[in-house]
């Protein structure tokens, strides 16, 4: 069997820690700037369109501590999968985002 292991065999992960450390940095950069944007255009749109920011203002932190906590957690020998529940905030957030800059845009 090719794909099999010894049970205390050690686990090669390669790349693959680094590559996900990169992408959970490269998404919280592009929160921040999409938030950035978001904000501006508020700034030059008035009141109404900066309230559609403020959802993502408020998930921000939250896709903050959840890509510090997975990036740290990838530390790890064998670290542990994405629970579901954190992955379904990330996914919120990112929803957040996403229909708060379509608000802002559209404005």
């Known amino acids: 069997m090719s794909g099999a292991r010894a049970p205390g065999a050690r686990r090669d992960p390669g790349a693959q820690p680094e590559r996900t450390r990169l992408a959970w940095r ?7 700037v999409a938030l950035v ?5 508020a700034a030059l749109g008035g009141p109404p ?5 403020v959802p993502a203002l408020l ?3 939250v896709l903050l501590v ?6 740290r957690a990838l530390a790890a020998a064998r670290p542990r999968p994405l629970d579901a529940p954190v992955a379904l905030a990330v ?5 957040a985002v996403a229909m708060s800059g379509v608000v802002v845009l559209l404005w």
């Open 59 to 61: 998930v921000w932190p």
């Open 37 to 41: 944007l978001m904000v501006r255009q």
């Open 91 to 95: 996914a919120a957030c990112t929803l």
């Open 66 to 71: 959840v890509a510090r906590r997975r990036v």
């Open 26 to 32: 490269r998404t919280s950069l592009a929160f921040a």
């Open 49 to 53: 369109a900066g309230y559609a920011a």
